[in-house]
């Protein structure tokens, strides 16, 4: 049995494939599937070792919160290039770390640091921390740190 995500698009799911694994680079084809109506088509593909799978179908209801992708970066760095990587031509910044792709597909952009300030059992750090973060768009670690030490 396999479990993994299969989006939805009307006709750029080769584009987005093509798009998430120009950002990810430890990605790969896994194969495509061309339906009998010539308009309709699966593409499947690995981005990091998760597989996903993305349907051309004439038309698609909007993505929305309800689903995001979450990219677990390990420094600062990491967290501006997937930031950048993820908006390129038209994606939209949203708050706490979110972003849409050109594709109005949802992502998550989190700093591991993040995740570990958020789960300190000191909850007054924690929630200076969550106060910072509430403010941000894309996640800045130091200004993170600096209100964990208070």
């Known amino acids: 049995m396999n ?4 989006l939805w698009f009307e ?3 080769e584009e987005a494939m093509e798009f998430y694994m120009s950002v990810f680079k430890d990605s790969k084809v896994l ?6 109506d010539p308009e309709l088509s699966v593409v499947r593909f690995e981005l990091a070792g ?4 993305a349907l051309n179908a004439h038309s698609h209801a909007p993505y929305n ?5 979450l990219v677990e970066t390990e420094d600062q760095a990491e967290t501006d290039y997937y930031w950048d990587a993820l908006r390129a031509g038209g994606g939209e910044e ?3 770390g979110w972003l849409t792709d050109k594709f109005g597909v949802y992502w998550q952009v989190t700093p591991k640091a993040l995740l570990q300030m958020l789960a300190d ?5 924690a929630g200076r921390v969550l106060q910072v ?3 941000m768009k894309k996640i800045i670690i130091a200004d993170l740190e600096r209100a964990y030490r208070g």
């Open 3 to 6: 479990i993994y995500p299969h």
């Open 11 to 13: 006709s750029q799911a």
């Open 31 to 36: 194969g495509s599937t061309d339906l009998p």
């Open 50 to 53: 998760l597989p996903v799978a």
């Open 65 to 69: 919160e309800a689903f995001s992708f």
């Open 94 to 96: 949203k708050p706490c």
């Open 121 to 125: 059992p000191d909850r007054d750090k």
């Open 133 to 135: 973060m509430y403010k």
